[in-house]
């Protein structure tokens, strides 16, 4: 008869080491310290499920050893590992869709024509995890320049708290079903299929590289303005789904830091159940979850 292996035995068994309330709330602060995150305080489910690799890896068997792990000498490393599995990296191309289709209706015709008229446009998007929505945008705009024969420079910048969906975000490869909600026409002028590698059985695609080398990745705590090197100022800046993560108080401290990043007459765009409103000055509703920035008088 075969026999399971000791370490699938272990990996079992971790799952269902419990949990208490105190070591719940000492990892939490933990996260939240490190990087603003609020999440899994009251959820000890949640953080098990996201955390028993973690106590896999280091070979230990409670989770006040963790906390003692997290506090001890290779705490800080350690801590970079606990935010990237306590994060959650939702993404899709074209999410909230009207969003996109304001930009390339609106938007982007306020930025590269008329007085305030760009020649180069820079786009951030803050929580990018793979990049779904950071190539989405440059395929609008994209799109956009070469039907409007427009002639406009653009950068593309993406920044995540997560080492790891940055490093799978800038291979740029993605399967057929992650790219479903990609027009048609958009997959024909700005993926390739792959003609060897295959994910769940099926061809995956890459970004082409005229949009790729577009593109810098790089890692920012959205909470610490110091931990990123983006220094370009920024027209177009998508903060959705982000804001939810955080206490009410740090909400204003993300918002402030980003609005700092921004160019006058810039456009912000959060998630339709986010808000920015009484966070900072200078921030005007130009439609549904979408603030123009203009800098405050004085």
């Known amino acids: 008869m075969k026999q399971d292996h000791p370490i699938s035995e272990f990996a079992r068994a971790m799952q269902s080491v419990p949990l208490r309330p105190a070591d719940a709330s000492e990892i939490a602060a933990i996260a939240k310290k490190h990087s603003g995150i609020t999440?899994?305080?009251n959820q000890p489910?949640?953080?098990r499920t996201r955390l028993s690799k973690r106590l896999l890896a280091l070979g230990l068997h409670s989770y006040?050893?963790?906390?003692?792990?997290?506090?001890?000498p290779n705490g800080?490393?350690?801590a970079i590992l606990l935010v990237e599995a306590l994060a959650t990296h939702t993404t899709s191309f074209f999410r909230e869709p009207a969003h996109f289709d304001w930009l390339n209706d609106t938007g982007l015709p306020a930025l590269t024509q008329g007085e305030r008229r760009r020649a180069n446009l820079a786009v951030w998007s803050a929580a990018a995890s793979t990049g779904a929505e950071l190539w989405s945008c440059g395929m609008v705009i994209e799109e956009y320049l070469r039907t409007s024969g427009i002639n406009v420079n653009y950068q593309l910048f993406g920044t995540d708290v997560s080492r790891a969906v940055l490093s799978q975000g800038a291979l740029a490869v993605f399967s057929e079903?992650?790219?479903a909600n990609i027009p048609e026409e958009l997959r024909k002028n700005y993926l390739l299929r792959?003609?060897?590698?295959?994910?769940e059985g099926k061809p995956v695609y890459r970004?082409?590289?005229k949009l790729r080398q577009k593109a810098k990745l790089a890692y920012a705590n959205l909470l610490d303005p110091d931990s990123t090197e983006l220094s370009t100022p920024m027209d177009i800046v998508f903060l959705r789904n982000v804001l939810i993560y955080f206490t009410p108080e740090d909400q204003k401290k993300v918002v402030q830091g980003v609005v700092r990043r921004m160019r006058p007459g810039g456009y912000l765009f959060v998630a339709h159940t986010e808000t920015v409103?009484?966070?900072?000055?200078?921030?005007?509703s130009v439609g549904n979850s979408i603030y123009q920035y203009e800098a405050p008088d004085g």
């Open 39 to 41: 999440s899994g305080e």
């Open 45 to 47: 489910e949640f953080l």
């Open 64 to 72: 006040t050893d963790y906390v003692s792990y997290l506090k001890g």
């Open 76 to 78: 800080r490393a350690e």
């Open 177 to 179: 079903r992650e790219i």
């Open 194 to 199: 792959s003609k060897k590698v295959v994910r």
């Open 207 to 209: 970004i082409v590289p």
């Open 277 to 284: 409103r009484g966070l900072v000055d200078g921030l005007f």
